[in-house]
């Protein structure tokens, strides 16, 4: 199964990202929306599981969860707009995953068997950081994921 993570749009949903993004049988987003178009942008390719971020404060933003843990074939997925602001053990926890964004860093690692994704920056460019997003496949238990520049 293939999942598009997408992070800090702050408002735009480039082209690039709708494209990198088709085939996905679910979007996750991990904060920094800006604004509500962006989600029913993202409605309109695959299911969509999206959390707040730190620039989400507008009233339709309040619906939105500050985390969610899901199980998806067999994984569970934590997802938080801040990694700083993670609270638990996810080992410990029986995390597979921890999804994060904020930072506009894209980043992959492995840390105690779990896999840690910051899918980047998919909205206006700041500084010299580019601009991605991550496609995460999950397949007979296991998580494997690839950076996508939209530069």
Known sequence: MRIGLISDTHGLLRPEAVAALQGCAQIIHAGDIGKPQVLDGLRAIAP?????????????????????????????????????????DPLAAGVDVVIAGHSHKPKVERRDGVLYVN????GPRRFSLPISLALLELND????VEL????
């Open 48 to 88: 969509l599981e999206a959390i707040r971020g730190n620039i989400d404060t507008a009233d339709w933003a309040q619906v939105l969860p500050e985390r969610l843990d899901l199980r998806i074939e067999g994984l569970t997925l934590h997802v938080l707009h801040d990694l700083k602001q993670l609270d638990i």
């Open 119 to 122: 899918p980047g920056s998919a």
């Open 148 to 151: 996508i520049s939209l530069s």
């Open 141 to 144: 238990g296991q998580a494997q």
